[in-house]
């Protein structure tokens, strides 16, 4: 059961093996996250150009995925990152990843590179790689409308203009907004030229006890409606975050020279351009909002990057500039920290007309915004300079990136202000993919004055009863990332995961329960448990393969050097040596040595599995 097929295509040589993938690799990582990354570690040599056709581009699908497990559609897609040079990852949600595997396929290997424009067509155990003359050049929802008028009700994963433009923070796109954002993954589906992944499945996907899931499916649904959050994220959805952020100044604002925006951003705002809400597949959660004005979202990253970081004032041009970003297939974390970043070098006189071909840059300019963002997904101007991400620094004469909000090269996904809440920033720091909220998100530590009881029994050791301080944060970042990642590699949400939005949602134990009733494993707690540092621990031999050190570990030199100005934030920074401390504390507790490397026991153990 769940035994569905590895696709490997080589795009060079156009050819196309099937494989079979052994029970005990899949026992000990299960699908998803897991596996992409244990195959960019065994297969990617160091130092190859995330641009040629060397690198590699894996789509797998969850261990769950396409099962009844709540909100279990999601795959991650992962390669070398374009915008990095390290661990290039991102998940996704929406309907794509159930249809991949309902054609027979958990995973599907892309190397070399196609020698026109192409896409994959996956269809009942069969690949195919067929020419994309027709589609090439069109946005992401217009060439998905393409696809269906010529093969009916397909799913996809596209890039759109920026992918094939090879802009380096292109993202992949199913349905209107769902992104696989992160690291640039449809800068490599461009790069290999390749517009889409498209999939149409009648195989269903066999459950080794289906009355056994379906009651597990129920008990569960029961206990996530119960909690307070899951009606507030069907109704509001994240943009509920903005508020509570705002509220104590860790809204990142201009480039992070402010830490607190206007209240015109609340959700309470949002829902005036709200026309419905919509959901990914199996989810009952349904926290996407359908906007008035032609899209979806915004989310509360949109909110913040497209919003407060670039000072725009009104709501309805934030909620247009994602639209635009959606459509052209961008991230928007990405997008709107490069464009924040350009504009406060341009106020600060580092850069001048002549860098930006006469384009005056400003905060809060939606007709600006709009321009350049369109410029960048073309690589026209000014937008080509952009284009590069964080390699284009020392062309925005800013060459130790000094005033670029981001780690390991990837901008900051979320728009928290770290300063003040110290576990979110040891997490940004020490993510395997860069700058990001979703390898470790310490979500409690905004919503909640837990009881210290309750807070140690969740997170396993003493925890201080205080967002402000680095002391014990090792532990909150370590737990939250190994279950994050166990969660990735089932194909599940982590918006319904314990830790990440609430104390009440899907723990190890209802993982467990669910696996077990979709397979005959008797999967235990301990091997459930063991997935995610397994998981972590490979991520980081995979960026240490590609040039990792020690050095990368560590946050915007702002978040250091520049107190918050405002709101109960003030004052607030990360220390240096508090945090180099932190960071060894955080190595101790993942197991690695002093110089976060993983200590050579493990990577035997690592190596062995197969
Ligand atoms: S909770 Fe939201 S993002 Fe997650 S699967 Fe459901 S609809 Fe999609």
């Given at each position: 059961m769940l035994n569905r097929k590895l696709g490997v295509i080589d795009l060079s040589k156009e050819k196309i093996d099937i494989q079979e993938v052994s029970e005990s690799l899949r026992r000990k990582l299960l699908g998803g996250r897991g596996l992409n990354s244990y195959y960019l570690w065994k297969l990617l040599p160091k130092g190859v150009d995330p641009l040629s056709p060397e690198n590699i581009l894996i789509f797998g699908a969850g261990f769950l995925t396409g099962t009844l497990a709540p909100s279990s559609g999601r795959f991650n897609t992962s390669a070398l990152s374009p915008e990095t040079g390290f661990l290039g990852d991102t998940n996704c949600g929406g309907f794509f990843a159930p249809e991949m595997r309902y054609a027979g396929f958990d995973r599907l290997i892309l190397k070399g590179k196609a020698k026109k424009p192409s896409y994959i067509y996956v269809e009942d155990g069969t690949i195919e790689i067929r020419d994309a003359k027709d589609y090439w050049g069109l946005d992401t929802l217009d060439v998905q409308k393409a696809f269906?008028?010529?093969?009916?009700?397909?799913?996809?994963?596209?890039?759109?203009?920026?992918?094939?433009?090879?802009?380096?923070?292109?993202?992949?796109?199913?349905?209107?907004?769902?992104?696989?954002?992160?690291?640039?993954?449809?800068?490599?589906?461009?790069?290999?030229?390749?517009?889409?992944?498209?999939?149409?499945g009648t195989m269903g996907i066999e459950i080794a006890h289906p009355e056994e899931m379906l009651k597990v499916v129920e008990e569960l649904k029961d206990y996530l409606m119960k909690s307070k959050i899951t009606p507030i994220l069907g109704s509001v959805g994240t943009p509920l975050l903005y508020e509570v952020s705002n509220a104590f100044g860790g809204i990142r604002t201009k480039n992070s020279q402010l830490n607190a925006w206007s209240d015109d951003f609340n959700a309470s705002e949002v829902?005036?351009?709200?026309?419905?809400?919509?959901?990914?597949?199996?989810?009952?959660?349904?926290?996407?909002?359908?906007?008035?004005?032609?899209?979806?979202?915004?989310?509360?990253?949109?909110?913040?990057?497209?919003?407060?970081?670039?000072?725009?004032?009104?709501l309805e041009d934030c909620i247009k500039l994602q639209n635009q970003v959606n459509e052209l297939g961008l991230d928007v974390s990405s997008t709107g920290t490069y464009l924040a970043w350009a504009y406060e070098l341009y106020e600060k006189g580092l850069i001048d007309d002549k860098i930006t071909g006469g384009i005056k840059l400003e905060f809060g300019n939606y007709e600006l915004t709009k321009k350049l963002i369109d410029m960048i997904s073309r690589r026209e101007g000014f937008g080509d300079i952009l284009a590069d991400g964080q390699w284009s620094a020392k062309k925005l004469k800013d060459p130790n990136r000094d005033y670029l909000i981001a780690v390991k090269g990837l901008p900051q996904s979320d728009p928290h202000d770290v300063r003040y809440m110290k576990a979110f920033a040891l997490g940004i720091a020490t993510s395997s993919r860069g700058a990001d909220h979703l390898r470790s998100r310490p979500t409690l530590e905004i919503f909640f004055k837990l009881?210290?009881?309750?807070?140690?029994?969740?997170?396993?050791?003493?925890?201080?009863?205080?967002?402000?301080?680095?002391?014990?944060?090792?532990?909150?970042?370590?737990?939250?990332?190994?279950?994050?990642?166990?969660?990735d590699c089932l194909g599940m949400c982590k918006f319904i995961c314990h830790g990440f939005n609430s104390p009440h949602f899907v723990d190890y134990n209802w993982m467990r329960r669910l696996i077990n009733s979709a397979v005959d494993w008797e999967y235990s707690d301990s091997e459930i448990r063991a997935v995610g540092p397994r998981v972590v621990d490979i991520e980081r031999l995979f960026n240490i393969k590609q040039g990792l050190t020690k050095a990368h570990d560590t946050l915007p030199k702002r978040y250091f050097d520049d107190p918050s100005p405002l709101k109960t934030a003030k004052g607030h920074h990360i220390d240096r040596e508090e945090f180099a401390k932190a960071l060894d504390r955080f190595y101790d507790v993942r197991g690695w040595?002093?110089?976060?490397?993983?200590?050579?026991?493990?990577?035997?153990?690592?190596?062995?599995?197969?």
């Amino acid at each position: 059961m769940l035994n569905r097929k590895l696709g490997v295509i080589d795009l060079s040589k156009e050819k196309i093996d099937i494989q079979e993938v052994s029970e005990s690799l899949r026992r000990k990582l299960l699908g998803g996250r897991g596996l992409n990354s244990y195959y960019l570690w065994k297969l990617l040599p160091k130092g190859v150009d995330p641009l040629s056709p060397e690198n590699i581009l894996i789509f797998g699908a969850g261990f769950l995925t396409g099962t009844l497990a709540p909100s279990s559609g999601r795959f991650n897609t992962s390669a070398l990152s374009p915008e990095t040079g390290f661990l290039g990852d991102t998940n996704c949600g929406g309907f794509f990843a159930p249809e991949m595997r309902y054609a027979g396929f958990d995973r599907l290997i892309l190397k070399g590179k196609a020698k026109k424009p192409s896409y994959i067509y996956v269809e009942d155990g069969t690949i195919e790689i067929r020419d994309a003359k027709d589609y090439w050049g069109l946005d992401t929802l217009d060439v998905q409308k393409a696809f269906r008028k010529d093969l009916g009700q397909v799913e996809m994963a596209v890039c759109g203009v920026a992918g094939e433009n090879l802009v380096r923070f292109a993202c992949i796109r199913t349905g209107i907004k769902n992104a696989g954002g992160r690291t640039g993954m449809g800068c490599v589906m461009g790069s290999k030229n390749i517009k889409a992944i498209v999939a149409h499945g009648t195989m269903g996907i066999e459950i080794a006890h289906p009355e056994e899931m379906l009651k597990v499916v129920e008990e569960l649904k029961d206990y996530l409606m119960k909690s307070k959050i899951t009606p507030i994220l069907g109704s509001v959805g994240t943009p509920l975050l903005y508020e509570v952020s705002n509220a104590f100044g860790g809204i990142r604002t201009k480039n992070s020279q402010l830490n607190a925006w206007s209240d015109d951003f609340n959700a309470s705002e949002v829902e005036k351009f709200v026309e419905k809400m919509i959901s990914c597949s199996s989810c009952f959660v349904h926290c996407r909002h359908r906007n008035t004005l032609g899209g979806e979202g915004p989310e509360y990253t949109a909110l913040g990057l497209l919003g407060s970081n670039i000072g725009m004032e009104k709501l309805e041009d934030c909620i247009k500039l994602q639209n635009q970003v959606n459509e052209l297939g961008l991230d928007v974390s990405s997008t709107g920290t490069y464009l924040a970043w350009a504009y406060e070098l341009y106020e600060k006189g580092l850069i001048d007309d002549k860098i930006t071909g006469g384009i005056k840059l400003e905060f809060g300019n939606y007709e600006l915004t709009k321009k350049l963002i369109d410029m960048i997904s073309r690589r026209e101007g000014f937008g080509d300079i952009l284009a590069d991400g964080q390699w284009s620094a020392k062309k925005l004469k800013d060459p130790n990136r000094d005033y670029l909000i981001a780690v390991k090269g990837l901008p900051q996904s979320d728009p928290h202000d770290v300063r003040y809440m110290k576990a979110f920033a040891l997490g940004i720091a020490t993510s395997s993919r860069g700058a990001d909220h979703l390898r470790s998100r310490p979500t409690l530590e905004i919503f909640f004055k837990l009881p210290p009881d309750v807070r140690n029994k969740i997170y396993g050791a003493e925890i201080a009863n205080d967002p402000t301080t680095l002391d014990t944060k090792e532990h909150v970042v370590a737990w939250s990332e190994n279950i994050f990642a166990t969660i990735d590699c089932l194909g599940m949400c982590k918006f319904i995961c314990h830790g990440f939005n609430s104390p009440h949602f899907v723990d190890y134990n209802w993982m467990r329960r669910l696996i077990n009733s979709a397979v005959d494993w008797e999967y235990s707690d301990s091997e459930i448990r063991a997935v995610g540092p397994r998981v972590v621990d490979i991520e980081r031999l995979f960026n240490i393969k590609q040039g990792l050190t020690k050095a990368h570990d560590t946050l915007p030199k702002r978040y250091f050097d520049d107190p918050s100005p405002l709101k109960t934030a003030k004052g607030h920074h990360i220390d240096r040596e508090e945090f180099a401390k932190a960071l060894d504390r955080f190595y101790d507790v993942r197991g690695w040595t002093i110089e976060g490397l993983v200590k050579d026991a493990r990577v035997q153990e690592l190596e062995a599995i197969a």
